[in-house]
């Protein structure tokens, strides 16, 4: 998407000139700025999708920043040069003081993008937020079909998502529609790509599902063969070729099925900052997994302080973190060692080497993993467990007794040996 950039020094310079003579300093000293701010509003939402990035212990995080802090997280955020701004969740929609951020995002000059499931944006909310400057609007489907949309995300929400995305184009938004993919509903990936077009989708994002948060806990249940990942995106080619002009069509590969890691969120600490609801600074999606990373805080530290000099968003910059076989990779420039919560989920350390690339000695985990995916028609025996907040209240409860195992064995470990790093 594009960044709404012009004029933002008369705008940000202005509001707060002290802090945006800092960020060029800053910038100057070899970290950039981070263009691109997510908001997650909320962790509270509708829908109960099972593969939902959201962290599994939600429910241990229920604080919220109010609207005033929210708007301090903005301002500053724009002052140090974050250009593009995403409205996230949850469901950002059940935030009633919405609008009043969206209009102070278009006063200091982001271009807006708001994240949603649909449930709860009306008519009198579209036209609301137009008036308040929102840019675009992307809605979340689960599948092209009535039975697998509802399943997924355990709601009856079809319809309504069809509703809503006519009356996205009818207050003349562009509209991002976006459909997370996985063994499911791979082999639908026609029709939802008609779907998309029959709706007047600006941009399709068929997103593999990426295995953190919910996803990770029903990897068994979603991650899908090479084979229907493969045809999937044979199909996706031939409408890009017939239909490439009408509707941009992304498809984004998981990282399972590659040979080498993205860079993650182009590299950590490089341009993405996201908050999380309770205000914690995120320097990826999923950095909430990482033990022995405290997060800091915009409720307590100013967001230029958290940005250049935290620990949390120092902790993967650069190099000198890395171990081998990516210290001395010429490859890493390219991928910047991949991602570090993927690391620490598959291996245990974050500081390993991405097991996707095939040069890290774990590199066989991923493989084994794909090998024995579930082919198409066949059933997993243990089921998916969905979004909601009673699994949240267990599956944290049941963290925290494997936490405290693990720092015991630490602990041993540690007595024996002088010392260990989880990171």
Known sequence: MRARVAGWSNTVADLLPSVAQQHQADATAGIGPPLWLLAELTYRCALHCAFCYNPTDYTNHNRELDTAQWIDVLREARA??????????????????????????????????????????????????????????????QDSTQELNDFLSSTRTFDLKHRVAAAIREHGFPMVLNCVL???????????????????????????????????????QLLPTREQLEAAEAVVERYRHTHGERCKIFFVV???????????????????????????????????????????????TPLREIWYES????????????????????????????????????????ANADPVCDKSPTHERIVQLVRAAVAPGETHEQPILFRNDA?????????????????????AHTDRCGGGNTL
């Open 311 to 350: 620990a949390a968003f120092n902790r993967f910059r650069g190099f000198d973190w890395m171990k081998e076989p990516c210290r001395s990779c010429d490859e890493k420039t390219e991928d910047l060692g991949g991602c570090r919560c993927q690391a620490y989920l598959l291996t245990g350390v974050a």
């Open 182 to 220: 996985h063994r499911y509903n791979l082999p639908h990936v026609d029709k939802i790509i008609e779907m998309a077009l029959a709706m007047g989708a600006d941009y399709l994002e068929l997103a593999n599902t990426q295995y953190y948060g919910w996803a990770r806990t029903n990897r068994a």
């Open 391 to 411: 699994n949240a209240r267990k599956l944290a409860a049941g963290q925290h007794a494997a936490n405290a195992a693990q720092t015991s064995v630490q602990a």
């Open 80 to 141: 140090l040069g974050a250009a593009q701004l995403g409205f996230s969740g949850g469901e950002p929609l059940m935030r009633d003081d919405l609008e009043v951020l969206v209009g102070e995002a278009r006063r200091l000059g982001f271009y807006t993008n708001l994240i949603t499931s649909g449930v709860g944006l009306t008519d009198k909310r579209l036209a609301a937020l137009k008036a308040a400057g929102l840019d675009h609007i992307q809605l979340s489907f």
């Open 254 to 300: 998981p990282d399972y099925f590659e040979r080498r890691p993205k860079r993650c969120m182009n590299g950590w600490g490089a341009v993405f900052l996201g908050i999380a609801p309770d205000g914690a600074a995120l320097p990826c999606h999923a950095a909430r997994n990482l033990p022995g990373l405290t997060l800091p805080n915009v409720a307590q």
